[in-house]
């Protein structure tokens, strides 16, 4: 089931850097990243989603994983994923549904 509407438009309404164009295999590599953070916020688990995070923060740059950041901080796990389907699709990166 699709996140709320609401936590869609927070995550579009949040100011992002310009996404920088990604090699193929990066690309790939990130839509696993992304895909397992999201497997890990669906847990609730602070110590997967912690990881996940972590793994994350080594390829991409702070400021575009500020907005995530702050929501896991925040444990506001379904506004981190609302943030983390607005970056895959900032770097056009198809996570399904």
Do not use: C, W
Request: proline share 8%; charged share 15%; glycine share 2%.
């Amino acid at each position: 089931m699709p996140p709320p509407i609401e936590q869609d438009t927070e995550a579009v309404n949040t100011t992002r850097v310009a996404a920088p164009p990604l090699s193929a295999t990066a690309r790939i590599a990130l839509q696993k990243q992304l895909t397992q953070f999201l497997v890990a916020l669906d847990s609730d688990n602070p110590v997967l989603i912690k990881h996940a995070l972590t793994m994350l923060a080594q390829q991409l740059p702070a400021p575009a994983l500020r907005a995530i950041m702050d929501s896991v901080q925040g444990y506001d796990f379904r506004a981190a994923s609302a943030h983390t389907r607005q970056l895959a699709i900032d770097y056009v990166i198809d996570l399904g549904s």
